[in-house]
């Protein structure tokens, strides 16, 4: 299995702020993924997070919006940039190992 | 662009009931995953289908995935109120074990 934590848990912001989410994993993975979960709603892949190199944006997500960084092996984090209220959703990140995808306990952010 | 279809997406059954979720997929892939996810928390793996055929069970929950028909099942016997959460089956389009696309998701409520 894989160990993940996440920093903030939750956090209520203004809208045309921005917000840095931590995420740790146990042990070192190649590769790290950033979740979105709208209200009610299924997971949707924003990224994916290679150490040393730049993320890899899905469909309808731009690196201006959701910057992340990837310094080592075990650490990412995105930014939620000048936020608004339809940036509120579940943001949770992901590792593979073992044939299985883990995810983190998710950040719930709230924009008002 | 892969498409992932869950129904029903809300079920409402009596403890001790039988009941199958289908996942239907629009891509080629030998890799189908089953979350199970708590209002509030993040998701947790159920199963994990690496090839046509594939078939697992864990406690009253059951899964099979058919890769020629591009479906997975999950069913679930004799249901108990412990049960009632929202599940996910998510689809491996590039069968690498990471990158996944996510079902809609379906709501299980079990009722004394």
């Known amino acids: 299995s894989a160990v993940i934590s996440q920093k903030p848990s939750r956090d209520i912001c203004q809208r045309g702020t921005s917000l840095t989410i931590q995420c740790q994993v146990d042990?070192?993975?190649?590769?790290m993924f950033w979740y979105r979960q709208q209200p009610g709603q299924s997971l949707t892949l924003i990224a994916t997070?290679?150490?040393?190199?730049?993320?890899?944006?899905e469909s309808g997500f731009v690196i201006d919006k959701f910057p992340i960084s990837r310094p080592n092996l075990t650490f990412s984090t995105l930014t939620v940039s000048n936020m608004s209220p339809e940036d509120s959703s579940i943001y949770l990140c992901?590792?593979?190992?073992?044939?299985?995808?883990?995810f983190g306990p998710g950040t719930r952010l709230t924009v008002l | 662009e892969l498409k992932v279809e869950q129904n029903p997406l809300f079920l409402s059954m009596q403890e001790g009931k039988n009941y199958t979720i289908y996942c239907n997929y629009s891509t080629t892939s030998d890799r189908l995953y089953w979350y199970r996810q708590d209002p509030g928390k993040s998701l947790e793996s159920l199963f994990v289908?690496?090839?046509?055929?594939a078939v697992k069970q864990e406690g009253r929950l059951m899964a099979s995935l058919d890769t020629k028909a591009r479906l997975s099942t999950l069913h679930i016997t004799a249901a108990v109120h412990d049960l009632s959460a929202t599940y996910f089956c998510a689809v491996d389009p590039y069968n690498a074990g990471n990158m996944l696309t996510f079902g809609g998701g379906t709501r299980l409520m079990v009722k004394p």
């Open positions: 997070a290679n150490q040393g190199s730049e993320a890899t944006y």
């Open positions: 042990s070192q993975v190649t590769m």
């Open positions: 289908l690496l090839s046509n055929g």
């Open positions: 992901s590792v593979g190992r073992t044939d299985t995808q883990y």
